[in-house]
Structure formats: structure tokens, C-alpha cells
Nanobody
Framework: QVQLVESGGGLVQAGGSLRLSCAAS????????MGWFRQAPGKGREFVAA????????QYTDSVKGRFTLSRDNAQNMVYLQMNSLKLEDTAVYYC?????????????????WGQGTQVTISS
């Protein structure tokens, strides 16, 4: 059974930090690129960051570059999103997703498996 389980969300003040984790199971983790998406209240889901199967290529959406760091631990089947200098506009539900295609992509439609999401709320 495929599972992606996010954790680490919460309430933090603007300027603070959070570290999101995604635990993967039920599939060959090293065969999948991994991504994070987020959905803010009243908005569609948007790409945040993605990392290639071996972790050598990472992409970020422009709004988080320099603030967020994506990494993966293939030995532990884990993905991490370190979020620093958080802003009010980072408030959203954050989703972990996996993509088996060979090309790193920002396209939501290309991701096969999804977690249930973890809420991140930034307060002023």
C-alpha cells in the first residue's frame, strides 16, 4: 500500500521556521522524483519544490527560492522541506507527492501519489 505521510506543519510567526517531513512507503522510493505542493485558502494547488530521484537536481518556485530547502534521504525514504523566513503568504496546506517519470516536473498532473497534507499557518 502506497503511503505518503506529511508531518511538521503548525502555527508559527512570520519570520520563523518550520521543517516539513514526508515519509514514503509502499513503492520504490528511489525510482521517484518527489515534490511539494501547497494550497492556500480559496486558491488552487501550486508547485513549491521538487527533487530528483538521487537528489542531484532541485527546483523551486520563485517565491520560495532562498528561503526553502528541499532534501531527501533515500536510505530512510524521507523527504524534507526546510522553510525559513516564513511569510504570511506561505500559509497553506502542504502536500508531498511522488512522480515516476524521468524528468523533474512542476506539473501537478504528473505526480502519481499524494499525501493528505499538513497545515502551515503563519501569523503576523
Amino acid at each position: 500500500q502506497v503511503q505518503l505521510v506529511e508531518s511538521g506543519g503548525g502555527l508559527v510567526q512570520a519570520g520563523g521556521s518550520l521543517r516539513l517531513s514526508c515519509a514514503a512507503s509502499g513503492f520504490t522510493f528511489t525510482s521517484y522524483n518527489m515534490g511539494w505542493f501547497r494550497q492556500a485558502p480559496g486558491k488552487g494547488r501550486e508547485f513549491v519544490a521538487a527533487i530528483s530521484r538521487r537528489g542531484e537536481i532541485i527546483q523551486y518556485t520563485d517565491s520560495v527560492k532562498g528561503r526553502f530547502t528541499l532534501s531527501r534521504d533515500n536510505a530512510q525514504n524521507m523527504v524534507y522541506l526546510q522553510m525559513n523566513s516564513l511569510k504570511l503568504e506561505d500559509t497553506a496546506v502542504y502536500y508531498c507527492a511522488s512522480d515516476s517519470s524521468g524528468i523533474l516536473t512542476k506539473s501537478e498532473a504528473r505526480y502519481r501519489y499524494w499525501g493528505q497534507g499538513t497545515q502551515v499557518t503563519i501569523s503576523s
